[in-house]
């Protein structure tokens, strides 16, 4: 316009003579005029085309382009740069979970969903993901500290038994194991001491200490479980092991008398049991023995019975032989034929010796004199 050009003063009038109040001539006026920011000579806005060309040409430098024709436009690079953004946010919510783990993912801190083993995903910056080991067992410790009383507990039959013992544990559900509790741990172990207090409170001292050990870490471990259920933890009880149960240190000595008096108890008792289960089963031996030989005589008796109505002189002889045959098989004999004898015969005191004896003092059974008669048969 014809008021604008810089030989028109214009209808505003003409621009300030030199020496004025912003005249860099003149220091003591104030020197020249403040720049804003981003603001050319003179306080006039930046170019915009101008700073474009600038950066065109920085990252034209940046990518190697020497002249015009190699360097890449910024309208060409922005969207190679969105994409690449693009593609590591999609990578960043990648999520590989191992064999033996369990990812539990987040939307804004509320647990949404869970993921087991392989890949899955998530929205970077939106949900995170929590990986947690569910397979590996972990065993917390019970009982055992250095508090004076922390494991003494009260039996059912009003006596205090000194315990401690361990739970072997895994994770069923993370996201319940992260969420529905606070601490996990701690939670754990409150709840393995209430419910062992419990059990314990109806037991005996004696069953607790020596014999009813498994059948009380049994009802433990179950009782355990329905409580963390019934709190939705996540947790898998997998044993409850007793590793020490005694009593107080006060009476520990007297306890280990009475024990060992009971246990010597027992053992006479069984040996008593033992040696009357051996007698009475020789004893039942020995009646059934006799009662097969009575039947046997009684049925050998009926045989000789039914010969002896058909024939009764023969089975006599026969019987008398038999018997004389039994009494005289154990005997020393001498058989002699009288005929003839006119003298007393004289016989040596070996032959009436029982057999073993005679065996034993080397004289034979048989060594029989010279007899004035004659003599039909010798000693057998």
């Excluded at 015969?345 to 004199?369: E, Q, Y």
Aim: net charge neutral.
């Amino acid at each position: 316009m014809p008021w604008n050009e810089n030989g028109n003063p214009g209808p505003w009038g003409a621009p300030p003579p030199s020496g004025g109040k912003n005249d860099p001539e003149r220091p003591e006026r104030g020197g020249p005029a403040p720049r804003g920011p981003g603001r050319g000579p003179g306080g006039a806005p930046p170019d915009l085309n101008d700073l474009l060309r600038r950066v065109e040409a920085f990252l034209g430098g940046l990518t190697g382009g020497g002249g015009g024709g190699g360097q890449i436009p910024l309208r060409r690079l922005a969207p190679l740069a969105g994409g690449g953004l693009l593609a590591l946010y999609v990578l960043a919510g990648i999520i590989v979970v191992g064999p033996r783990e369990e990812a539990v993912v987040t939307t804004f801190g509320a647990w949404t969903r869970s993921y087991g083993p392989g890949i899955g995903y998530h929205l970077p910056l939106v949900e995170r993901a929590q990986k947690l080991d569910v397979t590996t067992l972990r065993t917390q410790s019970v009982g055992g500290g250095t508090g004076e009383g922390d494991t003494l507990m009260l039996t059912g039959d009003e006596n205090i038994v000194d315990l401690s013992f361990s739970v072997t544990w895994r994770v069923s559900s993370p996201g319940r194991f992260l969420f529905n509790i606070s601490d996990p741990e701690a939670t754990l172990s409150a709840v393995a001491e209430s419910a062992m207090r419990e059990v314990i409170g109806r037991s005996e001292l004696d069953a607790i200490i020596s014999r009813s050990r498994g059948q009380i870490q049994i009802e433990v471990a179950s009782l355990m479980q329905r409580v963390l259920d019934s709190y939705g933890a996540g947790i898998i009880i997998d044993g409850v092991q007793i590793s020490d149960a005694n009593p107080p240190k006060e009476v520990v000595d007297a306890f280990r008398d009475v024990n060992n008096a009971s246990q010597n108890a027992a053992s006479l008792a069984n040996q008593a049991r033992g040696t009357a289960a051996q007698v009475r089963n020789q004893a039942i031996g020995y009646r059934s023995q006799v009662v097969r030989e009575a039947a046997g005589e009684a049925a050998r008796f009926n045989q000789v019975y039914a010969q002896y109505r058909l024939a009764p002189g023969v089975t006599r002889d026969r019987l008398y032989i038999e018997t004389m045959e039994r009494v005289l098989s154990k005997t020393n004999k001498v058989i002699i034929d009288s005929k003839g004898a006119s003298a007393p015969i004289i016989l040596p005191p070996d032959v009436f010796r029982p057999r073993a004896a005679a065996a034993t003092s080397g004289a034979p059974a048989t060594a029989i004199p010279a007899l004035p008669q004659r003599v039909s048969g010798g000693a057998q």
